[in-house]
Structures are given as structure tokens and as C-alpha cells.
């Protein structure tokens, strides 16, 4: 098994090597094929470093040669590319009602996903389901089960002790007293990062998303409710205690709906799928997936209209908040909200002109629908565990 975690490596010199190889790696990705001198270039590690790590890399199965580019005299220079296949990541998302599983390549190619009903979401019963789940993509993406790297595990947060932990109408019961982390850890026999839904769709686009060349941009995601994933210049957001970016509950509207968390007018209750799902119940219609919602939109539904058209308000209040506190590149939105009615939403929104984002000299757009769809958090489950292996988290000694 190929190991993610430099926590473990000892020395300083294996510390800068480690570094030193994720940064090339870094660089590949980015340039996708190049020779060495190239990478030097690009790296600002001598050409000798980068010559000794491209050996290296190549002797364990990490690079393709894409051929030779000649410049100028000389040898032309072989060229380099990651192999896609050279390592894979298993991202599952845990939901209340289901378990997601995607098997993703090192390029953010989906080689296999599932999707399993969960009846029981007690922690042993989940646990069993996501150790078959791992076994039935690795058979049906054909891959051997030591080319994973790990897990990425997504669960609904907020996580720990505070006093949202009540409000979410998505929280797992009978997880208050789990570690999820040595119970997935065991029932899967990979290393396993567990993970926020909203700040593993930050990473899924940023592995075959819109955000491949984003540095500072958010993720608005539509869970049972509704978060906020913000990538800041390259690091991801998380507050003191992991819980940073409850968008749902920003209060919009003073006096406004009732809302489980013990305010009043919070964002959740206009905008997110239990809204949603509220306001169509109470004209007697229940809906129990996003095929259903978006066979409702398709039909023309009025319900279903008249919530969409007032959502659109309060979604753009807080888009104007994101940006204006945040600065991004681009505001994705995604997750179980069907790509219809985020595009309607999209097309409805009046996008506040007294906003730092509204510039003239913009290169992506203010708001986009996200790429991966339903699949995003799992999907972004795996793309976290592949970041891991390209982007330097400790600093040359
Ligand atoms: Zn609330």
C-alpha cells in the first residue's frame, strides 16, 4: 500500500524528499506532460533533484513518457505525464437514508461508482454496508484493492458537540458517542479521512471541476440543508472547531421562518431541500429523491415553481454576502439539488451590482452549477485523498 501520510516520515532530509516529490508531482499535474528541465524550471528545484525524483517516480509506476520535444540542439527531452491509473481513491458519502461510493483515478476519472439503500444507519450496520460497498466498486472499476490510496468518508456535520447538532435534519442517530475515523478505519483496512459534504465538494471540483485553475473560490452545497465550502488562496476553511461555513443557518430575514436550530428566518429554511420538501407537503405532494423533484420541475409543477421563485431572493442575498466576505474567483453551486432547478435558480437570481464581484475585468463567471451532480460529495470524498498526495503540506527542511 502506498502510504498518503508524511506524519510518519522521520528525518528532515526524508521530510524535503517527500516535499520535494509532491512538488513534482504538483507541477506534472498542472503541466500535464513536460520534461525535466521543465519541471525544474517550474519547480525551483535543481535539474539534478528533479532528474533523481523522475527516476524514481518512474521505477515505481507513477509516469507515463509521452514522447520527445525537441527545442533547439540536442537530444530532444523525454516528456512526462502522471499515469492516471497509478493510484486510485475510494470517496463515499454516509447519508441518513443511503451510502454513496466512487472509485476515482489520479486524473479525477470516476472508474466506478454505487449507491446502496441504508434501512438501519446504526454505526455497526453502516460500517458493514460500506465494507461490501468497497469490494463491489474495486470489482467493477477492475482494479486491485492495493492501488487505493484511502478513503475519503463524508458525513453530515456539523461535527462534535455544539448546539446545532440537533438542528440538522439529516443527522446520523446513534453516532453522538463513535469515532468514525477507527470505525471506517477498521471496517475498510485503508487509511480514511472523514470529511464535511460541503468541503468535499470544494475538493471535487477542484480535482475535475470548474475550480482545476480556481485558487480562491466557494461551494454553496445543497444537502438536506444548506453549507458553505470556502478554498481561500489554496487552503480550505474550517474554523476553530470544523464547523465553519453553517451558511444555513445566517439569519436573513429578521423574524422570519421558525428554524429547528432556535433562531427565527435562518437561510435553510427558504433555501435547501427540506424547504423544499416542507413546502411541497403542505400542498399534499411527497417527494423522496431528486429523480422525483426533477420529474415535478419537468411537469411544470406550480408548487414546486412558486418555491423556486421565492428562493431565488434570499439565495442571491447570500451570494452577495460570500462574495463580498470571501472574494472569490467563482461561487459553485451543487449537491442533491437537481441540475435543473440549480439552473433555473441560476437564471433567476439577481446578482447584487454593489458587490466587490461585480467587476468588469472578471475571467469566470460570479455563479456556475458544479460538475459532479449528486455524486459530488462522495466524489469529492476521493478527490480530498488524491489532493493529499499532490499538494505539499509540510514545509521543505
Ligand atoms: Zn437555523
Not at 156 to 173: E, I, K, N
Not at 318 to 330: A, H, K, R, Y
Not at 368 to 382: C, D, I, P, Q
Request: proline share 5%; glycine share 10%; charged share 15%.
Amino acid at each position: 500500500m502506498k502510504s498518503i501520510s508524511p506524519i510518519h516520515v522521520g528525518s528532515n532530509a526524508e521530510r524535503t524528499k517527500l516535499h520535494n516529490r509532491q512538488v513534482v508531482l504538483q507541477c506534472l499535474r498542472t503541466l500535464q506532460t513536460a520534461g525535466r528541465a521543465q519541471i525544474a524550471r517550474a519547480s525551483k528545484l535543481s535539474t539534478q533533484t528533479v532528474s533523481n525524483i523522475i527516476s524514481e517516480l518512474q521505477s515505481e509506476g507513477w509516469l507515463l513518457e509521452a514522447g520527445r520535444v525537441s527545442k533547439g540542439r540536442g537530444l530532444p527531452a523525454i516528456q512526462y505525464s502522471i499515469r492516471p491509473t497509478a493510484a486510485t481513491a475510494l470517496g463515499m458519502e454516509i447519508r441518513s437514508d443511503a451510502v454513496f461510493a466512487a472509485v476515482v483515478d489520479l486524473a479525477g476519472n470516476t472508474l466506478a461508482s454505487d449507491r446502496t439503500p441504508v434501512t438501519d444507519s446504526r454505526p455497526e450496520r453502516v460500517a458493514a454496508a460500506v465494507s461490501k460497498m468497497k469490494s463491489s466498486v474495486i470489482d467493477k472499476a477492475k482494479i486491485p484493492a492495493s492501488s487505493l490510496l484511502g478513503a475519503g468518508i463524508v458525513m453530515p456535520g456539523p461535527f462534535g458537540r455544539v448546539g446545532l447538532s440537533d438542528a440538522g435534519q439529516s443527522t446520523l442517530v446513534g453516532w453522538h458517542d463513535v469515532d468514525p475515523q477507527a470505525l471506517f478505519s477498521r471496517a475498510l483496512n485503508i487509511p480514511v479521512v472523514i470529511e464535511h459534504d460541503t468541503i468535499a465538494a470544494v475538493f471535487a471540483e477542484r480535482v475535475s471541476g470548474h475550480a482545476i485553475d480556481l485558487d480562491s473560490y466557494a461551494f454553496i452545497y445543497f444537502g438536506t440543508g444548506i453549507g458553505l465550502g470556502v478554498m481561500a488562496n489554496g487552503q480550505v476553511l474550517r474554523g476553530a472547531f470544523g464547523n465553519a461555513g453553517e451558511l444555513g443557518h445566517v439569519v436573513i430575514e429578521r423574524g422570519g421562518n421558525p428554524c429547528a436550530c432556535g433562531n427565527s428566518g435562518c437561510l435553510e429554511t427558504y433555501v435547501s431541500r427540506f424547504s423544499l420538501h416542507k413546502h411541497l407537503a403542505k400542498n399534499n405532494i411527497y417527494v423522496s429523491d431528486g429523480n422525483e423533484l426533477e420529474a415535478l420541475y419537468d411537469a411544470g409543477n406550480p408548487h414546486l415553481n412558486d418555491w423556486l421563485d421565492h428562493a431565488s431572493a434570499p439565495l442571491a442575498q447570500v451570494i452577495g454576502m460570500v462574495e463580498n466576505l470571501f472574494d472569490p474567483q467563482s461561487i459553485i453551486l451543487g449537491g442533491a439539488m437537481p441540475a435543473p432547478l440549480l439552473d433555473y435558480l441560476i437564471s433567476q437570481i439577481t446578482l447584487a451590482p454593489g458587490s466587490i464581484a461585480d467587476r468588469s475585468d472578471r475571467l469566470t463567471p460570479r455563479v456556475v452549477r458544479g460538475k459532479s451532480g449528486r455524486m459530488t460529495a462522495a466524489l469529492g470524498g476521493a478527490a480530498i485523498i488524491i489532493n493529499e498526495l499532490f499538494v505539499p503540506r509540510i514545509a521543505a527542511a
